[in-house]
């Protein structure tokens, strides 16, 4: 799957946590823009796994701070 | 220059606005003497003692404190070594063997602390490679392993077999696999459900990691924890488990059938790099290991009182953390912080002392009084406290 697709797929998964509806770009960051505490992150990385079939681990989610890295990340995980 | 100690600001800020309502420090109690299992003394007045996880009441249990005393006339005050080298006295050899003979297992290798135990473990065992299936709800000493080591983390919702299954499916063909469940959640006391979820880690390829701190001594028919009273605990491959809970002294230790078990001696750095415990402490867990084979009429009433606790709050309108009581935890559900330390004030100052559990160490951000039970409570005192926990609750405005 492109990138396009696959940055469209967690757009659809991401709205659920978005609840102040921020806009988001490739630099937006989970934690600075998007306030998501530990909590929400669990289970927004849930829905992305079981959306994707894949698993994003702790280590690997240390490494991602941004959406657009997040998305790098998934499309790469597809392999 | 940078104040290294910028980053703890907010919680720093956090304490000093919570103690400017007035509230005495929860975290700063002082128990000036201590009566009993069940009773010390506290700001100069007598307090109930209900949150020590002393499930087992053995700190003051005449045989185990002669097995203290006697070693420390026999061995001194301390090994001042390592188990590797000059730290393995007769009695740590007696205590594993006491830790053997309770599990009815092949090896017991016992740790300084059990936070210790579940680092030392879970960092050696699970390694670059490797992938750890853990429950988002685990200890601190659990998650401080896997940061340890060098394994693939992988955390799943708290006690959800199907959650649990799909990440294990995922991984990649050939890697070893760890899972790591505690019988008891300390944090609301609820207990997993182990029987289903090992039968899918084993389904899986996975070995299982299992830490009993909150269950050794009473749950199970030879208490042996949540696994045997399940009747999987031959499923297990390393149990985890501590002396400072029914035990009632410190340390940590793991028991395994594993054939090739006794390498993690010279493998395992938490167990290689420290002092071992010193000849009292061994004594005394070694004593109280064996009565706690034993404690069959003690275990009845523990459950007895977590019964008539559970119940009684529940009637008088407290939000409790299970809808029936699974362990001897109690957690009572604070509407916030400040709530929940006026609470435990107006507690302590009924001469009640309960563990005030706050975020990031709590679930869902929730604020706790912990309550754990223990087997010397007597059923008046039961009663006392309850009472206790309602007039507190309406002074402060919680019921």
């Not at chain 2, 899972?179 to 389904?203: N, R």
């Not at chain 2, 594993?258 to 750095?269: D, N």
Request: net charge negative; hydrophobic share 45%; proline share 4%.
């Amino acid at each position: 799957m492109d990138r396009a697709a696959t940055a469209e797929r967690i757009a659809a998964l991401i709205a659920p946590f978005n609840k102040k509806g921020v806009a988001i770009t490739d630099a937006s960051t989970f934690s600075g823009d998007l306030e998501f505490d530990s909590l929400t992150v669990m289970d927004f990385v849930a829905a992305i796994e079981d959306e994707f079939d894949i698993i994003i681990s702790m280590n690997q989610q240390a490494e991602i701070e941004t959406w657009g890295q997040l998305v790098d990340a998934v499309v790469k995980l597809q392999g | 220059m940078t104040d290294l100690f910028d980053k703890f600001q907010p919680i720093i800020d956090m304490r000093a606005a919570l103690l400017a309502s007035g509230v005495e420090d929860p975290f700063s109690l002082v128990m000036e003497r201590v009566l009993s299992p069940t009773v010390a003394v506290c700001n100069g007045r007598e307090t109930i003692l209900l949150g020590t996880y002393n499930y087992m009441g053995m700190t003051f249990d005449p045989d185990v404190i002669a097995a203290g005393k006697q070693a420390l006339d026999d061995f001194g005050a301390g090994t001042t070594g390592s188990r590797v080298l000059n730290g393995t006295y007769a009695g740590h050899r007696a205590v594993e063997q006491a830790l053997c003979d309770f599990y009815a297992m092949d090896h017991a290798m016992v740790f300084s602390t059990g936070y210790q135990a579940n680092l030392g473990i879970i960092s050696t065992i699970a390694g670059k490679g490797d992938y750890i299936v853990l429950d988002i709800d685990s200890h601190a000493s659990i998650w401080d392993g896997c940061k340890m080591g060098d394994a693939e983390v992988v955390p799943f919702k708290h006690n959800d077999i199907e959650a649990m299954e799909k990440r294990l499916k995922r991984i990649p063909e050939g890697a070893g696999k760890l899972v790591v469940l505690e019988g008891v959640y300390s944090m609301l006391g609820d207990i997993a459900p182990l029987k289903e979820m090992i039968a899918v880690a084993k389904a899986n390829g996975a070995m299982v990691l299992v830490d009993e701190a909150h269950s050794m001594g009473f749950i199970g028919p030879n208490g042996r924890g949540v696994a045997e009273d399940q009747g999987v605990l031959d499923d297990v491959d390393f149990v985890i488990g501590t002396f400072s809970k029914s035990v009632g002294t410190v340390g940590g230790f793991c028991v395994s059938n594993h054939p090739k078990f006794e390498i993690m001696r010279l493998v395992c750095r938490p167990y290689v790099f420290t002092a071992s415990l010193p000849p009292s402490v061994v004594a005394t867990a070694a004593t109280s290991i064996r009565k706690l084979m034993d404690g069959a009429d003690k275990r009845a009433h523990l459950w007895e009182n977590s019964r008539t606790l559970h119940r009684g709050l529940k009637e008088r309108g407290f939000q409790l953390g299970t809808e029936t009581p699974q362990s001897a935890i109690i957690a009572v559900i604070m509407p916030d912080l400040e709530r929940g330390a006026a609470m435990w004030e107006a507690l302590l100052k009924e001469g009640l002392y309960v563990n005030l559990a706050r975020p990031p160490a709590t679930p869902a951000n929730m604020t706790l009084l912990r309550c754990s039970l223990c087997a010397e409570h007597s059923a008046e005192q039961v009663q006392t406290i309850i009472g206790m926990f309602e007039r507190a609750g309406k002074a402060v405005g919680i019921i």
